[in-house]
């Protein structure tokens, strides 16, 4: 690279190449000043008055706000009174996991069956893609009036004479899979213990590597700690607190699956025409079906796009707003979200500090799903 | 090719049916909510009764969106406001860098360009207090003004990415080959880049076109109550609970319709600019 730089560079246009440089540099600029204030800055402030008292009291009083270090962060976990953002992480959990398979599901079954050389297959694109166009607000308050509980979906099947259905979309209060706030270390514990064994397993078996044992011990040391420890007593909320997945998450996952799945399919199909024809041929010679071909052939070189969408999708189910806004308005708590809760304590409390709060425990969540992607497919692109 | 599809439909005749069976069954049911939009819109108040809610009326009369346009009149104007200089000024500004991050790379580039790409994932919330905090000290918040500056500001990376990406596919040879002309910077960007820059400007105009119009985050938070956008206006409008559904759905589609055109009539375009999102595509 820098080899090549010198040579392009030789003397006689010398001059003038480092002059178009200099300009080149002054033109982005003001771009890269407006991103590192609007983006690095305004992060790097946020997570200051996370860590202080900021609210409307403090700003009238016009002192600095006092530096109250992690307390804040400390009483989202455990304090009595901000039990909506524990609801929250809750609800975010479920909601992204139910809104990844689905739009997944749908998206990759539709792109398979697009790609099977139907007739009119632009016009079936055209119809699952096009509520991308809309915004989450107009998706909303259509997806309202179709959950009404006591027509809309539950009336559609009394029209060939069945029994009207009786579930009470986003107003439901049921919820099932219930745990106490105060179990979270421990299923936290075990998720990331699974995981870990998981991926030792899949090291041995792909590249028999000796890192696959520091994994599996890694693993099953943290299997040790929560089965023998007392990992419940990290958290001090004294009142037993139930959390569940509540049903009423079901309405926002058909409304935004429904908005979302026409580009997972758009994703796949995309990655679907990259695949050689030669390759399906030559699987088929070797006497596979026609659905051996997708399982052995295809579905594999899929594996890359399933996770850029999943990155897509997970990194906007964590910081939903305006759909669980214009579904919920901030009183429906069974359907809350972390980005609301922030809206609701800084625009209605006025209590900066905790709104900041929430939305940093956001931004983390959201980095660690989007840097490692950012940094992958940047250094995939290298050879550019 | 075509041969082994014959052969295949000759073999299984019974799985194009299933295929096109299910196909239309999923078409139709994403299409349900277009149809609940127009039956409920058509409608007038009276006739709106939840047991015949999936019927459409005998009378149909276009009261409803009448009613809706009176309502969203002013927002639809300021969204109109919004879009179009925030859209043009971050178009042209991405294509300034995509130039620059393409074809003058400097040391550096790749990293402050990753830095920049991180700025359209982020959840907005983590920069809206300070956001606010600053454009009140200017004199921008609660006015379309600040509105325009902040979609600009926040619209960088994905037309810079957009853009960046469009011109890695021009050969540097006709680069070089301005070069040798005589053309500096701008000489190239203007006689050899700009003129074969539209579907590139097509791509990165309807994608910011469609994200402004759709927006809320901001609209609801910046906005005045003269400058609010036209999703702000149906949100509140929904959540009053005392608009009929009728006005509701018609508004609805009222919101819905510059960008369900967009989408009609450029949709190659569209999906361009939604695969460039997901970085490779």
Known sequence: MAAQATVSSAPPRRRRFNRDRLTAI?????????????VYGFIAQTGYTSLTDSNALQQLSRLPANF???????????????ERFRTDMVNTVFFTVLFIVTCLVLGIGLAILLDQKVKGESIFRTIFLFP????????GVVWKWLFNPTSGLNALPTLIGLPRGEFRWFISQESTLNFFWQDVPTILGFAVAAILVLAAVYFWIKKRSMVAAFVMAGGLLLVALVTFGDPNSLITLERPEQKGFNLALIALVVAAAWQMSGYTMAMYLAGLRGIPEELREAARVDGAS??????????PLL????????????HISLKIFDLAY?????????????????????????????????AMVMLVMVAFVIVPYLITQLRGEKSL | MTTSTLAGQKRRPYSRILIYSVLVIVAVAFLLPVYMVLVTSFKTPDQVDISTMWVPSIAPSLASFNDAMQELAPNFGNSVLLVVPATAISAILGSLNGYVLSKWQFRGANILFALMLFGMFIPYQAILIPLVQFLRSIGLYGNLGGLILV?????????????????????????EAGQIDGAGFFGIYWHVLLPISIPGFVVVVIWQFTQIWNEFLFGVTIAGNNSQPITVALQNLAGSQIVEWNVQMAAAFLTALPTLLVYLLLGKFFIRGLLAGSIKG
Do not use: C, K, W
């Not at chain 1, 002054?26 to 609007?38: E, V």
């Not at chain 1, 594996?303 to 997970?314: D, F, K, Q, V, Y």
């Not at chain 2, 037309?159 to 040879?173: G, K, S």
């Open chain 1, 290 to 299: 026609e659905f051996g071909v997708y399982l052995r052939v295809v579905l």
């Open chain 1, 303 to 314: 594996a890359p796009i399933t996770l850029s969408a999943m990155i897509i999708l997970g």
């Open chain 2, 151 to 175: 979609h600009v500001v926040y619209g960088l990376p994905i037309t810079t990415l957009i853009f960046r990406n469009y011109y890695a596919e021009v050969p540097t040879e006709l680069l």
């Open chain 1, 26 to 38: 002054l033109m982005i600029l003001p771009s890269l000043i407006f991103i590192a204030i609007f």
């Open chain 1, 132 to 139: 991308m166009a809309l915004s989450f607000v107009v998706t």
């Open chain 1, 326 to 358: 214009t579904m919920g308005g901030g009183d429906n708590l069974f359907i809350d979200m972390p980005g609301l809760n922030m809206y609701f304590l800084t625009f209605r409390g006025q209590d900066f500090a905790r709104g900041a709060t929430v």
């Open chain 1, 68 to 82: 109250i270090g992690f307390s804040n962060y400390n009483d989202m976990i455990n304090g009595t009174l901000n």
